[in-house]
Structure formats: C-alpha cells, structure tokens
C-alpha cells in the first residue's frame, strides 16, 4: 500500500512539472524537405511598443516583408517575455515574443509575406492568449494586396491555448498557385470573441516561419 501511495505521489509531481511547457499542434502540415526559410521572425531583439516588425532572417531583404497591427482604437503591439520553443528556427532560444493588445477586434494583425520566386508556401506561427485575451483568431490572405480571402485555405480559425501553453497553427498554400511568387502576399489575422474588446489582455505570437521552394 505504501509503495503505491509513493508511485501515485511521483506521478503527480510528474504531471505538474509539465504544465509549464505544453505544446498543442493545431493542425498538421507536411512540408517539402526541399523548403527553405524564405522569412522568420523570432522577436528576440524587440523590446517595448512596436508599430511594424521586420523579420529578423529574410532572403527577401528588400521586399517589404513586415508584421504591422493597422486599425482603431487602443490596442497596440509590445514585446513579452519569455517567448516560445514551439516552431523556433535555426536552434533560436526563446527570447522576446509578439502580443498584440485589446481591444483587438477592432485591429488586425497584418503579415506582409512576399513570395517572390518561391512556390509552395506553408506560414507557421507558435500563439497563446492571456487570461483575457480574445479566444479566437480568424485568418485571410490576399494575392493582390487589397482583397482577403480564405479560398482553398484549410484552416480560417483557430482558438489558442491559454500561456504558458502554446498552440501551432500551420497555414498551408501549397495548393494555392495564386500564393506562388507573389510580391503582394499577406496574411490577415482578426480577433473576436466576448474578450476581444476588452480594456486589457493580449494574444501572443513567436517564431513566424514563412517556408517555400525556389521556383
């Protein structure tokens, strides 16, 4: 009886030791091994308000590729910490992330994404929300700069997991030739949801990988 009262007790204190570090994967994505890393964000070296984020690895320097939060009202974007090891890079740490603040829904969060000579294009993302951030993000894309849409997209909404739990969401264009080598790609990301006007709380972003092959 003893043994098993100790066995039960080890156990417990396994399962509360990995309540800080979860991962969730939203979807899966199968990604060409041939793929290269055409845009990433770790947003390590960011600290404080931000008003547009350029990646901090591009092998488009010269394209535009940005993350800005556009709209009303008085969300803004700042820097948080510590950020997430779910989708990190190149063996990055998890330094700074990227939240984006309510009131939210009258906001977007906006990837500028050029794909110029690459094809086959999956986005990934690691997100959390705060304990009152908005519960759910719905995402769009445009191929010519100005009309979103969510044509042939598998997946339009997510509701992320709660910090320090991250969830993975994994946008997949690889069946959208539209997507392929396009200079005015953008993805669209909106907030709703009972706490997406609210004075406070946040959704929370890191490791913004944009992955293609050479055309």
């Known amino acids: 009886m003893k043994k098993t009262y100790t066995l039960l007790i080890l156990l417990s204190l396994f399962l509360l030791s990995c309540t800080n570090d979860r991962e969730i994967i939203s979807n899966n994505v199968v990604i060409d091994p041939s793929s290269v890393l055409i845009h990433y964000w770790n947003f390590n070296s960011i600290t404080g308000t931000q008003t547009s984020v350029n990646p901090d690895l591009t092998l488009l320097p010269s394209s535009g590729a940005a993350i ?18 779910l989708n990190s890079q190149n063996s990055e740490v998890a330094g700074s992330g990227l939240r984006a603040r309510n009131p939210s829904d009258t906001r977007n969060l906006l990837l500028s994404l050029p794909t ?30 100005i009309n979103f849409i969510t044509t042939g997209l598998g997946t339009t909404t997510i509701n992320p997991s709660t910090d320090p739990t991250a969830t993975l969401v994994s946008l997949d264009f690889t069946g959208i030739s539209g997507v392929n080598n396009n200079p005015n790609f953008k993805v669209k990301i909106n907030f709703s949801g009972a706490t997406a006007s609210g004075t406070s709380g946040n959704d929370r972003f890191d490791n913004v990988s944009v992955k293609g092959i050479l055309q």
């Open 116 to 145: 110029t000579g690459y094809k086959t294009i999956v986005v990934q993302f690691a997100t959390a929300i705060s304990s009152s951030g908005a519960t759910t993000q719905n995402y769009s894309y445009t191929i010519d700069g």
């Open 68 to 85: 800005t939060y556009p709209g009303s009202g008085a969300g803004y974007m700042d820097a948080f910490s510590p950020g997430y090891d």
